[in-house]
Nanobody, 118 residues
Framework: VQLQASGGGLVQAGGSLRLSCAAS????????TNWYRQAPGKERELVAT???????TYADSVKGRFTIARDNAANTVSLQMDSLKPEDTAVYYC?????????????WGQGTQVTVSS
């Protein structure tokens, strides 16, 4: 399964950005899709998760500001980021847990830079 992330950029504090993660491959089933982020000098952290059933979870730092959603027909997952803060500046990565037949594995997309200026 290949993941393609897009939508990063530069925005002022209080602004919004929308990230998208498109999955491609053959005959796979996504179990859950996650967005992680990694700021300079910090560990990668989990930001948001959406399961195949639509259940969502968020890091406390983004609750109420970020929304993760999925389009099953298009095999894409979006991360709508509102009320952005400078501390949201990071490289954002999409990650998916998936299964194919009896095999389970995971994939990472390439990172997309989000920079929030104060």
């Amino acid at each position: 399964v290949q993941l393609q992330a897009s939508g990063g950029g530069l925005v002022q504090a209080g602004g919004s950005l929308r990230l998208s993660c498109a999955a491609s491959g053959r005959d796979f089933n996504i179990i859950a899709t996650n967005w992680y982020r990694q700021a300079p000098g910090k560990e990668r952290e989990l930001v948001a998760t959406i399961t195949s059933g639509g259940a969502t979870t968020y890091a406390d730092s983004v609750k109420g500001r970020f929304t993760i959603a999925r389009d099953n027909a298009a095999n894409t997952v979006s991360l709508q980021m509102d009320s952005l803060k400078p501390e949201d500046t990071a490289v954002y990565y999409c990650h998916a847990n998936w299964r194919y037949d009896f095999m389970r594995s995971f994939s990472w997309g390439q990172g997309t830079q989000v920079t929030v200026s104060s």
